[in-house]
């Protein structure tokens, strides 16, 4: 099939300079340490086992600005965004599973369904994980040009941008009635969050769990903590309004340091530990690493979901202890779910009203505010903002 001829639309935005693309308006970052800048690219129609996607919404996730600090190594320039949800507007050859009009979330990770990883129902592993340095389709082209420039998109699917071609890889699809706000966090943040806790860290009934940094994907580990039967969910965030929010939304105890959370943690457990410690602060240090090995029990475990540069050595702990407490620390990716059963899984429970995704959108912002928005995360005053987008 060929993409919707939109030419005749009113819509402004929407111009098809040559056959079969579009143009788009998109947040770019050039190279590390620019900010984002708002540039007219051309999208190509969608390939092989692509589709080309509306975006409508799309969240404003740490990560994205790690590819403007360098922290996330990527291909430059990229269209950033990772957690977007919108409407697919035409699919290209071999595309079964989803048509023209369908409400979709993109996964920040693509799934191929049958490489060993997969096979294994560990699909967040997904051997297609391997393109999320160049950010290209899985093909190994690029849709979004300027001139003779390509752009990759982050994640392969690049959420801030008006248009967008996804690989079919990343593309859930979704009831027609869930917000598209909403929708587009689990494309990150919550699945991230939710799963650290649940997937990774094992929290069950009756545990004390912390957790470090309260943005889009800790207060997804509150949630998660909570729902799976956390006794005490202990929230560390040096932001009041971090706090606020976390004590609302699952949190029985939150506290700004790590030092009150790890005296809490003893004194709730009678000395023993937490049962898990979840780090997930936008940029990850050695210090809050080796607090959160200190606060949990033997056999506890700490999940890094976090991240800070690779260069960086943020795990400095005691072999010793890891051996004689048999303490367990668990890297952890999309919180360690597997993307096409969990995302709308997640929404079933935001249906039933038993996840709460309203509650996580702070700000709303145009995709020209996309730095303001960053500027609102850095200095705390998001739990996830949210660009809603124009057409
Ligand atoms: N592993 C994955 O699959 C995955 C997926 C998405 C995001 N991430 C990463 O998760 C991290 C969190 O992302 P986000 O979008 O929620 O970020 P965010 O900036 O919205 O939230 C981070 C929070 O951490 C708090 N914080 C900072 N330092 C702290 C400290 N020392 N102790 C306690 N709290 C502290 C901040 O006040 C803020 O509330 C980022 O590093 C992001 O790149 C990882
Ligand atoms: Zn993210
Ligand atoms: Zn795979």
């Not at 795990?315 to 407490?325: A, N």
């Amino acid at each position: 099939m060929t993409p919707v001829d939109r030419r005749a639309d009113d819509g402004a935005n929407c111009l098809f300079p040559r056959e079969g693309a579009v143009q788009t308006r998109a947040a770019v970052l050039r190279d590390v340490g620019k900010d984002f800048e708002i540039v007219e690219l051309d999208l190509d129609a969608p390939k092989t086992g692509e589709v080309l996607v509306r975006l409508e919404a799309s969240g404003l996730c740490h990560s994205d600005d790690h590819l403007r600090t360098g922290d996330i190594p990527v291909r430059y320039p990229i269209v950033g965004g990772h957690e977007g949800a919108g409407v697919v507007e035409a699919v290209g050859p071999g595309v079964t599973r989803l048509a023209p009009g369908d409400h979709v979330v993109g996964s920040f990770l693509p799934v191929c369904g049958h490489c060993r990883f997969c096979a294994r129902g560990e699909s967040n592993l997904c051997d297609l994980g391997r393109f999320l340095f160049d950010n290209s389709l899985p093909d190994g082209t690029f849709r979004l040009h300027e001139g003779a420039t390509d752009f990759g998109q982050m994640c392969l699917i690049g959420t801030f941008s008006q248009y967008a071609v996804f690989p079919e890889a990343s593309t859930v699809r979704i009831d027609d009635d869930i917000p598209f706000d909403v929708a587009a966090l689990v494309g990150c943040g919550v699945p991230t969050g939710f799963g650290t806790a649940v997937n990774a860290g094992e929290v069950r009934p009756g545990d004390t769990t912390l957790v470090y940094g309260v943005g889009g994907v800790g207060i997804n580990a509150v949630q998660g903590a909570a729902y799976a039967g956390a006794q005490y969910v202990i929230a560390v965030d040096p932001v009041e309004f971090k706090r606020s929010t976390a004590r609302t939304l699952g949190a029985t105890h939150a506290v700004a340091s790590a030092e009150e959370a790890a005296a809490l943690a003893l004194e709730l457990t009678n000395g023993v530990g937490a049962d898990q410690a979840l780090v997930t602060v936008g940029v990850v240090s050695e210090e809050v690493v080796s607090a959160a090995f200190a606060a949990i029990r033997k056999r506890g475990t700490v999940v890094l979901t976090g991240l800070a540069g690779p260069t960086k050595k943020t795990v400095q702990i005691s072999g010793f202890e890891l051996t004689l407490f048999e303490k367990r620390l668990q890297g952890a990716l999309f919180g360690s779910s597997n993307p096409f059963d969990d995302i709308p899984r997640l929404l079933g429970l935001y249906k039933a009203g038993q996840v709460k995704l309203d509650e996580l959108i702070t700000t709303r912002y145009s995709l020209d505010e996309v730095n303001r928005g960053y500027e609102d995360m850095m200095a705390g005053r998001n739990i996830r903002g949210v660009i809603i987008h124009e057409h």
